[in-house]
C-alpha cells in the first residue's frame, strides 16, 4: 500500500505531538475571487449571497468590465474598468442591487440582494459578540453618481446587525460604514465613514485599498464605567482623519460605540445576542434603507482583531496578488507554517479544486505530496502568533516526504 495514504495520518500525529502554550490566534479570513466563487483563499469565515444574488454577479478580470468614465456618466460611453498598477486583477463584480420596499415586510425580503457574511470567529472575552475587528477591501467603485440613499450618494459595506425576525417581520439594519460621495466635479469622489464624517477622496473608476479598524472595549476616562469605541480609517495604507474634532473617538462620541451595540459584528445565529436583543448573520453591501452601489472588489480581508497603523501601513495600496500574501506552506497566513498548517494539509489530502487556505501552496488545485515537500521546506514555526515544536517534529516531518518521494521515484 502507498505510503502516501499514510502522510494525512501522520501529519494529524504531527499536529496533535506540539504542545501549545500561545492563546488562540485570531480567526482571519481573505477573499480573492480568483477561482470564480466565493470561497476564501484561506480561512474559516465564508460569504453568500441572500436570496438569488448570486445569480447577478460576475467574476473575471477587471478590464473585462465596462464602467461610467471618470469624468462622469455621458450618453452611451463607456470604458473598461481601471488595472491596477501591478496588473489586471481577478474580481467580483457585484451590481447595485435593488432596494426593498417594505423591510418590514418578510415577504418583501424575497428581493433582497446583498451578501451574508460568517466570520468563524468567537467572541471578544467578556462580551456576546466580536467587538474588535479590522476589514480590509481592495476595491473599485465604478458609478459614483449613481450610489444609494435619497441623495445618490452612500455605498454600505459592513452591517454587524443587519436582520433579525421579530414577530413575524424580518426588518434590515444600517451599515456602520459606507462610501459617501463629498464632491462631483471635476470628478465624482468618495469619502469613508459614518455619521457625516467622510474624509478621504476616492475618485471614480480607481483602485484604492480601504481599511477599517473597530474597537469597542475602550472606555472613557472622563467617565467611569463609559465606553468610547474608536473607528480607524485608511486608504492605501494611510489613516484619514476628519476634521470636525470628533476623530477617532467618531463611534463613541455618538452614542453607538459601546460593546455588542450597533458597531459590532455577529457570529450568526446562535453566535450571542447584541445589546438590542438581535441575533443574526452580518452583512456585507447590503443597507436596509438602500444605500447601496455597484463596486469590484478584488480582496477582502477580515480579522477579528484590531490592527495596527503600522500593519496597515506595511499593506500599502492594491496589488494583484491580494491584500496579504501568505509565506509558503503557510495554509492559515499567521505568519508561521506550523502544526496547524500541517492540519489543515492533512485534512485536505488529496482535495481537487483546492485553494491555498486547503494546502495547495503550488496552485495545481491538488492538496498532495509536492505540497507537504513545500511545507516541510519553509517549516518555521516560530514569529508572530506561534510556537516553537521540538526539533524532532521537524525531522519527522522532513523524513516522511523524503520516504514519499523516494517511493514516487521507484
Known amino acids: 500500500m502507498r505510503l502516501r495514504r499514510f502522510l494525512p495520518c501522520f501529519l494529524g500525529v504531527l499536529a496533535m505531538s506540539v504542545c501549545l502554550v500561545a492563546s488562540a490566534p485570531a480567526a482571519t479570513t481573505q477573499f480573492d475571487f480568483n477561482n470564480g466563487d466565493l470561497r476564501p483563499t484561506f480561512g474559516p469565515g465564508s460569504m453568500w449571497g441572500m436570496n438569488d444574488t448570486e445569480s447577478v454577479i460576475q467574476f473575471g ?3 473585462s468590465f465596462l464602467v461610467v468614465p471618470e469624468e462622469g456618466p455621458l450618453p452611451d460611453t463607456y470604458v473598461a474598468a481601471a488595472p491596477m498598477a501591478d496588473g489586471d486583477p481577478d474580481v467580483m463584480y457585484f451590481p447595485k442591487f435593488p432596494g426593498v420596499t ?13 451578501f451574508f457574511f460568517d466570520p468563524a470567529s468567537v467572541a471578544t472575552p467578556g462580551y456576546n459578540r466580536i467587538n474588535k475587528f479590522t476589514f480590509i477591501f481592495d476595491i473599485l467603485i465604478p458609478d ?6 435619497s441623495a445618490s450618494n452612500y455605498m454600505g459595506t459592513y452591517d454587524g446587525e443587519p436582520d433579525q425576525i421579530d414577530g413575524g417581520n424580518r426588518r434590515g439594519g444600517d451599515c456602520e460604514f459606507f462610501f459617501s460621495r463629498t464632491a462631483d466635479v471635476p470628478e465624482p469622489t468618495c469619502g469613508i465613514g459614518i455619521d457625516g464624517s467622510y474624509p478621504g477622496a476616492i475618485g471614480q473608476n480607481e483602485w ?6 473597530i474597537d469597542l472595549t475602550l472606555t472613557n476616562p472622563a467617565n467611569p464605567g463609559g465606553y468610547a469605541g474608536e473607528m480607524r480609517r485608511y486608504i492605501d495604507g494611510v489613516e484619514v482623519v476628519a476634521t470636525d474634532g470628533r476623530e477617532p473617538k467618531i ?3 455618538q452614542g453607538n460605540g459601546f460593546p455588542d451595540g450597533r458597531f459590532s459584528l455577529s ?3 446562535g453566535g450571542g445576542l447584541s445589546a438590542n436583543g438581535w441575533d443574526y448573520w452580518s452583512s456585507l453591501f447590503y443597507d436596509r434603507d438602500n444605500e447601496m452601489g455597484a463596486g469590484l472588489l478584488s480582496s477582502m480581508y477580515f480579522t477579528d482583531r484590531v490592527m495596527s497603523a503600522e500593519e496597515i501601513a506595511t499593506l500599502g495600496g492594491p496589488t494583484v496578488a491580494g491584500i496579504v500574501v501568505p509565506g509558503l506552506g503557510d495554509a492559515n497566513a499567521d505568519g508561521v507554517v506550523d502544526d496547524k498548517d500541517a492540519s489543515i494539509l492533512g485534512a485536505n489530502w488529496m482535495a481537487g479544486g483546492a485553494m491555498w487556505g486547503m494546502g495547495d501552496f503550488n496552485g495545481d488545485h491538488m492538496v498532495n505530496d509536492k505540497d507537504a515537500a513545500i511545507m516541510a521546506a519553509h517549516w518555521t514555526a516560530g514569529g508572530f ?5 521540538e526539533p524532532g517534529t521537524v525531522v519527522l516531518l522532513l523524513s516522511a516526504v523524503a520516504t514519499l518521494w523516494f517511493w514516487r521515484r521507484r
Open 267 to 269: 457570529r450568526g445565529p
Open 208 to 213: 484604492h485599498r480601504v481599511a477599517v479598524t
Open 61 to 63: 478580470k477587471a478590464t
Open 144 to 149: 459614483m453618481m449613481n450610489l444609494g440613499g
Open 102 to 114: 417594505d423591510r418590514y415586510n418578510i415577504v418583501d425580503w424575497a428581493g433582497a440582494r446583498g
Open 385 to 389: 502568533g506561534g510556537t516553537v515544536p
Open 251 to 253: 463611534i463613541g462620541l
